[in-house]
């Protein structure tokens, strides 16, 4: 899950959860939950310091220098939450660096844990505010974005709490290389449809999808998270979005969609 890892049906934070957002950032909801196990708790203290971003100086000329060796592209998950799909995807191509970006503690304790036991090299991971990473980040440096089951805001007054904003689109389109891709996974079809009209109307974005089942299906080795697999024993369908990042402004995506 993304940004705050709170079902849609759950009550509202109390006071003393809820966080406020950085003035010009994205981060809205908890920043811890459960008290840690005594493990946990080193590990955030002793192995997450090593793999953190500090984003107080300036950025690297390139996010591939962050990992050594350096790695052939970089990806980020916004939202890990317990990071299956991100523990899954640096498994599967040890040659990419991932960037993981969670404020939740409890999930980032989750994910240290794995790396520990896995031997885990090409992770790193950044415990804040998304949108403060985005404008660090160097222009170009990233290969893809994924943002799967962001937490849905569905109430009116708090849509402007969704990540998925014309600010945010613009900068991940900063960062994002020529080609590279924006993938978006929700089984809210109100916060579907959001993403839709607000990637449709960047001059940035093409959505990728040429018939139904490119959307209703994931894509080829996706990993179904914790919170994917209890939308599903709900019954609720997650749409599978892919948005390609175009050097060609102005350009629209076909709109005939097959099946």
């Known amino acids: 899950m993304s940004i705050a890892t709170r079902d849609p049906g759950d009550p509202e934070p109390s006071p003393d959860q809820d966080v406020a957002a950085h003035p010009h950032g994205s981060f809205f909801g908890r920043r811890k939950g459960h008290k840690l196990r005594s493990h946990q708790a080193d590990l955030i203290e002793h192995l997450l310091p090593r793999l953190a971003l500090d984003i107080t100086g300036p950025s690297p000329p390139g996010l591939a220098e962050l990992f050594d060796p350096p790695a052939g592209e970089v990806r980020l998950e916004i939202g890990f939450g317990g990071g299956e799909h991100l523990i899954a995807e640096a498994l599967a191509f040890p040659a990419t660096g991932f960037i993981g970006c969670e ?21 790193r991971l950044f415990a804040g505010d998304a949108a403060e990473l985005l404008a660090w980040a160097p222009a170009h440096s990233l290969a893809r974005i994924d ?7 569905p109430k009116r007054r708090h849509w402007k709490r969704r990540f998925v904003q014309d600010a945010s689109i613009a900068a991940m389109a900063r960062v994002l290389v020529p080609d590279g891709e924006f993938r978006f996974v929700s089984d809210i079809d109100d916060y579907c449809a959001w993403t839709l009209a607000h990637l449709l109307r960047s001059p940035d974005f093409l959505w990728t999808a040429e018939r139904a089942a490119d959307w209703r299906r994931p894509w080829s080795g996706y990993t179904v998270t ?25 350009a629209r995506p076909c709109a005939r969609l097959e099946g």
């Open 103 to 123: 404020p939740y503690v409890n999930g980032m304790a989750k994910i240290l844990t794995q790396i520990e036991a896995r031997n885990i090299r090409n992770i």
């Open 147 to 153: 943002l799967i089951h962001p937490d849905p805001w």
């Open 226 to 250: 914790r919170y994917g697999r209890k939308a599903e024993r709900e019954g609720r369908r997650a749409a599978y979005l892919r948005f390609r990042k175009t050097s060609s402004r102005g």
